[in-house]
């Protein structure tokens, strides 16, 4: 059973760091496109980071330009767990983050990366609060 599950959001003011995870179980992550996207309240959820390792070793990375230079993804293989390491916080950062895994290729691509509707499997989310 495939099972996707977030932790570390939390209220922080602006300026301030917090580190998101989530651990996968059921799969393999190392095999699956993994990404993070958010959606803030009356918004559509949108793609911020995705990470993949291929079975080569090679490491395909994206961000949303929004987040460039204060988030950084990463992935622990032996935990099977992903991280969003979120610095800088804005508020415009606040929403509902959500970790996903995309079956549509092991390893992560420019067309498709930040397209929720390509990721089909789903963590139950992690809110993540900016004051100013």
């Known amino acids: 059973q495939v099972q996707l599950v977030e932790s570390g959001g939390g209220s922080v003011q602006a300026g301030g760091s917090l580190r998101l995870s989530c651990a996968a179980s059921?799969?393999?992550?190392?095999?699956?496109?993994m990404g993070w996207f958010r959606q803030a309240p009356g918004k559509g959820r949108e793609g911020v980071a995705a990470m993949s390792t291929g079975s080569t070793g090679l490491i395909n990375i994206y961000y949303a330009d929004s987040v460039k230079g204060r988030f950084t993804v990463s992935q622990d293989n032996a935990k099977n767990t992903l991280f969003l390491q979120m610095n800088s916080l804005k508020p415009e950062d606040t929403a509902m983050y959500y970790c996903?895994?995309?079956?549509?290729?092991?390893?992560?691509?420019?067309?498709?990366?930040?397209?929720?509707?390509?990721?089909?499997?789903w963590g139950q989310g992690t809110q993540v609060t900016v004051s100013s």
């Open positions: 996903a895994a995309s079956a549509v290729g092991s390893r992560c691509s420019g067309a498709y990366w930040d397209k929720p509707g390509l990721f089909g499997y």
């Open positions: 059921g799969f393999a992550s190392t095999k699956y496109c």
